[in-house]
């Protein structure tokens, strides 16, 4: 029976973060983008305005 608190004796293979068109790359744009889009419905309902009108643009 192994010791659970024994470290693991192979580390995981994991790629490194890349510039430019790359999965890593466009799955954090598009997390970023879902959160600013979830930022602006909260403001839009807590202000009870549009985001142009918030920003002063309308």
Do not use: C, H
């Not at 997390?31 to 419905?41: E, Q």
């Amino acid at each position: 029976m192994s010791d659970p608190s024994t470290q693991p004796s192979q580390t995981p293979d994991l790629e490194e973060p890349k510039f430019g068109f790359n999965d890593y790359a466009e799955r954090l744009n598009g997390r970023a983008a879902m959160v600013g889009f979830l930022l602006i419905l909260v403001i839009e309902y807590l202000t009870g305005q549009g985001l142009l009108s918030w920003l002063g643009l309308q």
